[in-house]
C-alpha cells in the first residue's frame, strides 16, 4: 500500500493564459484532445474552469477500466481534477517556458493493493498512465499550435 504517482510534460507554443484556459475547457476542448483511452466522457455540472463536474471511463489496460467522476477547482494557472470514486487526483500545471507554456500532468492515487497486485500496479500502472497523459499532452499541442 502507498502513493503511486505518474507524470509528463511538454513544452507548448502558447502563452500560459490560453494554455490554462483550452485545459479548463471541459465542454469543447478536453473532449477533443482526449486518447482513445477514454469512453462516455460527459460534463455533468459546469462545463469550463472551477466547479466543473465531469465523468469518463478510463481503459487503463485491455482489462482494467477505472470509472471516474472529477470535481474540478483552478487556482491560477493549476488544474486539479479529483475523483469522487478514489484516491485519484491529476493536476495540470502551466508555467511560462521561452516564447510559450511548460504544462505537467501529474496524477497521483493510494494504492490498496498488496503482494503480487501491489507489484504490479506500482511497477506497471505509473507506465501506462504516463503514455495516457503523453496522449492527452501531445493532442493540446497539436490543437494550440495550428
Not at 503511486?4 to 473532449?31: F, H, N
Not at 462545463?47 to 465523468?55: E, L, N
Not at 471516474?68 to 487556482?75: E, I, L, R
Amino acid at each position: 500500500m502507498g502513493e503511486i504517482s505518474a507524470s509528463q510534460s511538454i513544452q507548448i507554443a502558447a502563452a500560459p493564459d490560453v494554455v490554462t484556459g483550452a485545459l479548463a475547457d471541459y465542454t469543447e476542448v478536453r473532449p477533443a484532445i482526449l486518447p482513445e483511452q477514454y469512453h462516455d466522457y460527459k460534463v455533468l455540472e459546469g462545463g469550463t474552469g472551477d466547479g466543473t463536474v465531469v465523468h469518463w471511463i478510463l481503459q487503463a489496460t485491455k482489462s482494467r477500466q477505472r470509472d471516474v467522476k472529477a470535481s474540478v477547482s483552478v487556482a491560477g494557472s493549476t488544474i486539479t481534477e479529483r475523483d469522487a470514486n478514489s484516491t485519484m487526483v491529476t493536476t495540470f500545471t502551466v508555467t511560462p517556458a521561452g516564447g510559450g507554456s511548460a504544462v505537467t500532468a501529474t496524477t497521483t492515487w493510494t494504492s490498496n493493493a498488496s503482494g503480487i497486485g501491489g507489484f504490479f500496479e506500482k511497477t506497471f500502472a505509473p507506465k501506462g498512465l504516463g503514455r495516457i497523459q503523453a496522449a492527452l499532452l501531445a493532442n493540446l499541442k497539436t490543437r494550440l499550435e495550428k
